[in-house]
Protein backbone atom coordinates (compact mmCIF):
# COMPACT_ATOMS: atom_id res chain seq x y z
CA UNK A 1 0.00 0.00 0.00
CA UNK A 2 1.49 3.17 -1.01
CA UNK A 3 0.49 6.22 0.57
CA UNK A 4 0.94 10.01 -1.14
CA UNK A 5 0.14 13.32 0.46
CA UNK A 6 0.76 16.01 -1.92
CA UNK A 7 1.92 19.72 -0.29
CA UNK A 8 2.73 23.29 -1.54
CA UNK A 9 -0.26 24.61 -3.60
CA UNK A 10 -1.43 27.95 -2.87
CA UNK A 11 -1.92 31.50 -4.13
CA UNK A 12 0.39 32.89 -6.95
CA UNK A 13 0.36 35.72 -9.59
CA UNK A 14 0.61 34.95 -13.54
CA UNK A 15 3.77 34.50 -13.92
CA UNK A 16 5.26 33.84 -10.44
CA UNK A 17 6.61 30.27 -9.68
CA UNK A 18 5.40 27.21 -7.70
CA UNK A 19 6.67 23.96 -5.69
CA UNK A 20 4.80 21.33 -5.35
CA UNK A 21 5.78 17.88 -3.37
CA UNK A 22 4.51 14.11 -3.36
CA UNK A 23 5.55 12.79 -0.04
CA UNK A 24 4.93 8.95 -0.47
CA UNK A 25 4.87 5.91 2.69
CA UNK A 26 4.51 2.61 3.32
CA UNK A 27 6.86 1.86 -0.10
CA UNK A 28 9.99 2.74 -1.31
CA UNK A 29 9.38 5.24 -4.02
CA UNK A 30 12.12 3.87 -6.75
CA UNK A 31 9.84 0.97 -7.57
CA UNK A 32 7.12 2.86 -8.59
CA UNK A 33 6.23 5.36 -11.55
CA UNK A 34 5.00 8.59 -10.46
CA UNK A 35 2.65 10.94 -12.08
CA UNK A 36 1.11 14.83 -11.90
CA UNK A 37 -2.37 15.36 -13.12
CA UNK A 38 -4.69 18.38 -12.64
CA UNK A 39 -8.26 19.42 -12.51
CA UNK A 40 -8.98 22.78 -13.51
CA UNK A 41 -12.85 23.90 -12.01
CA UNK A 42 -15.46 22.77 -13.65
CA UNK A 43 -13.16 20.08 -15.74
CA UNK A 44 -12.08 16.60 -16.55
CA UNK A 45 -8.94 15.69 -14.70
CA UNK A 46 -5.78 15.89 -16.89
CA UNK A 47 -2.03 14.69 -17.33
CA UNK A 48 0.54 16.67 -16.42
CA UNK A 49 4.16 15.01 -16.03
CA UNK A 50 5.09 11.56 -15.42
CA UNK A 51 8.33 10.02 -14.11
CA UNK A 52 9.08 6.64 -14.60
CA UNK A 53 10.64 4.29 -12.20
CA UNK A 54 14.17 3.23 -12.35
CA UNK A 55 15.47 5.31 -14.74
CA UNK A 56 13.26 5.38 -17.01
CA UNK A 57 12.66 9.16 -17.85
CA UNK A 58 10.02 11.67 -17.59
CA UNK A 59 7.21 12.69 -20.12
CA UNK A 60 4.67 15.51 -19.84
CA UNK A 61 1.98 16.81 -21.32
CA UNK A 62 2.87 18.65 -24.70
CA UNK A 63 1.60 22.19 -23.51
CA UNK A 64 3.06 22.71 -20.22
CA UNK A 65 6.94 21.37 -21.96
CA UNK A 66 9.42 24.20 -20.74
CA UNK A 67 7.22 25.61 -18.21
CA UNK A 68 7.08 22.67 -15.53
CA UNK A 69 9.28 20.41 -14.44
CA UNK A 70 9.00 16.96 -13.00
CA UNK A 71 12.14 15.32 -10.67
CA UNK A 72 11.51 12.74 -7.70
CA UNK A 73 14.38 12.04 -5.27
CA UNK A 74 13.77 7.97 -4.04
CA UNK A 75 16.14 8.53 -0.96
CA UNK A 76 13.59 10.83 0.47
CA UNK A 77 10.58 8.85 -1.01
CA UNK A 78 9.26 12.66 -2.79
CA UNK A 79 7.96 13.61 -6.17
CA UNK A 80 8.72 17.13 -6.90
CA UNK A 81 6.66 19.02 -9.68
CA UNK A 82 8.73 22.84 -10.01
CA UNK A 83 6.32 25.30 -12.20
CA UNK A 84 7.18 28.48 -13.59
CA UNK A 85 5.73 31.53 -15.68
CA UNK A 86 2.25 30.14 -13.99
CA UNK A 87 -0.95 31.56 -15.74
CA UNK A 88 -4.40 31.49 -14.75
CA UNK A 89 -5.43 28.24 -16.85
CA UNK A 90 -2.74 26.21 -14.39
CA UNK A 91 -5.15 26.85 -11.75
CA UNK A 92 -6.42 23.70 -10.34
CA UNK A 93 -6.64 20.98 -8.17
CA UNK A 94 -3.19 19.10 -8.40
CA UNK A 95 -3.38 15.01 -7.70
CA UNK A 96 -0.28 12.95 -7.07
CA UNK A 97 -0.20 9.20 -8.62
CA UNK A 98 1.56 5.82 -8.62
CA UNK A 99 1.94 2.68 -10.76
CA UNK A 100 3.83 -0.27 -9.95
CA UNK A 101 2.61 -1.58 -13.18
CA UNK A 102 3.83 -1.35 -16.44
CA UNK A 103 3.41 2.15 -18.30
CA UNK A 104 3.22 2.04 -21.61
CA UNK A 105 3.55 5.70 -23.55
CA UNK A 106 -0.10 6.04 -24.28
CA UNK A 107 -1.01 4.34 -20.85
CA UNK A 108 1.67 6.62 -19.08
CA UNK A 109 -1.16 9.84 -19.31
CA UNK A 110 -4.18 8.07 -18.59
CA UNK A 111 -5.30 8.36 -14.91
CA UNK A 112 -6.65 4.66 -15.07
CA UNK A 113 -3.10 3.47 -15.02
CA UNK A 114 -2.28 4.72 -11.93
CA UNK A 115 -3.08 2.70 -8.10
CA UNK A 116 -2.51 5.04 -5.55
CA UNK A 117 -3.60 8.80 -5.44
CA UNK A 118 -3.21 11.81 -2.95
CA UNK A 119 -5.56 13.60 -1.81
CA UNK A 120 -4.75 16.63 -3.78
CA UNK A 121 -3.70 20.23 -3.24
CA UNK A 122 -5.23 23.46 -5.17
CA UNK A 123 -3.11 26.04 -7.12
CA UNK A 124 -4.81 29.14 -8.06
CA UNK A 125 -3.08 31.52 -10.04
CA UNK A 126 -4.47 34.84 -10.03
CA UNK A 127 -3.86 38.49 -9.54
Known amino acids: QVRLLESGGGLVQPGGSLTLSCAASGRALAGYTMAWFRQPPGQDREFVAA????????TYRDSLKGRFTVSRDNARNILYLQMRSLKPDDTAEYYC????????????????????WGQGTQVTVSS
Open 97 to 116: AATNRLATTSSIAADHQYEY
Open 51 to 58: HKRAGGGT
